[in-house]
């Protein structure tokens, strides 16, 4: 498996030019698969606007798309509006909401309200996809090999889902968006034992954190402890809060790789091969 990301900012784009090292564009990662050239993604944030472009460059060649779910915060479908193979007849798409409690009934009226007239000139119906919407406790991401997925439910306004993904003995784990409270989720320890690669979210600083209680993410230090505790192999800190400039996160950067040599943050468009 090889990880890209297209889009590594929390919250909110920023394309300020102090921003463009780790990148402006809201959560969408892609998950490769180089030696068949298939990719499945995560979230649909504005950087899914560059995958598209990518994809129809020829970079990918698939006619079926997996895009799975953390949640349905704007900064994770904000860039789905925009995502060009959505647009063609000949392209399957399957809209992927896996794990259990999720509290939605229709996963279609999800995408279908943030695509209504009032909101947005082209309705759902009208972009020409071919779209599968499947909302299920667990199932491996369609047509994605032999990967086991799980997801697990973290705490989060309105919940989110972390998503686990095994294939050919190696472990990718990705948590955004996680409030872990005054003390580590045990749960996300325990979901995210043994990874190869651990991608957290780390929002804010254990200051900032202090301030923003109930916004549902977490510090560097909380996704260190996580990576610590889980025995992860490797950490990538992303959903980058739109206030951190690229020399804020430079310096975060340093600081964190003087505690768990093997972790970084996220850039966008930087490939990271398992
Ligand atoms: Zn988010
Ligand atoms: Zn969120």
Redesign the pocket.
């Known amino acids: 498996m090889t990880v890209k990301f297209y889009g590594t900012r929390g919250s909110l784009p920023v394309c300020d030019p102090d921003f463009q090292e780790y990148g402006g564009n809201t959560t969408c990662i892609a998950i490769l698969r180089k030696d068949v050239s298939r990719v499945a993604i995560i979230d649909a944030g504005t950087g899914i606007r560059n995958l598209g472009k990518d994809m129809l460059k020829g970079y990918i060649s698939q006619d079926d798309i997996n895009i799975a779910f953390t949640?349905f915060?704007w900064?994770?479908i904000q860039g789905f509006p925009f995502f060009d193979p959505a647009y063609n007849p000949k392209i399957k798409i399957n809209m992927i909401a896996l794990g259990d409690d999720r509290g939605i009934t229709d996963l279609r009226e999800v995408f279908a309200t943030q695509m209504q007239s009032r909101y947005f000139p082209v309705g759902l119906e009208e972009m020409g996809a071919q779209f599968n919407f499947l909302l299920q406790d667990k199932e491996s991401l369609i047509d994605y090999y032999d990967a086991d997925v799980y997801t697990h439910r973290l705490n989060?306004p309105g919940g989110?889902y972390g998503y686990r993904i095994e294939l050919e003995g190696q472990i990718l784990v990705i948590c955004t968006?996680v409030e872990h409270g005054d003390q580590i989720d045990e749960g996300v320890v325990e979901f995210a034992r043994d990874a190869d690669l651990l991608i957290h979210e780390a929002q804010y600083t254990t200051e900032e954190l202090a301030s923003h209680k109930g916004w549902?993410h977490s510090s560097f230090e909380q996704a260190i402890e996580v990576a610590e505790r889980s025995g992860a192999k490797q950490l990538i800190m992303t959903h980058h809060d739109p206030d951190h400039d690229d020399q804020f996160l430079r310096e975060i950067e340093k600081k964190c790789q003087s505690r768990f040599p093997n972790c970084s943050l996220a850039r966008e468009n930087v490939e990271i091969d398992m």
Do not use: N, T
């Open positions: 949640h915060h900064d994770h989060h989110s968006d549902g």
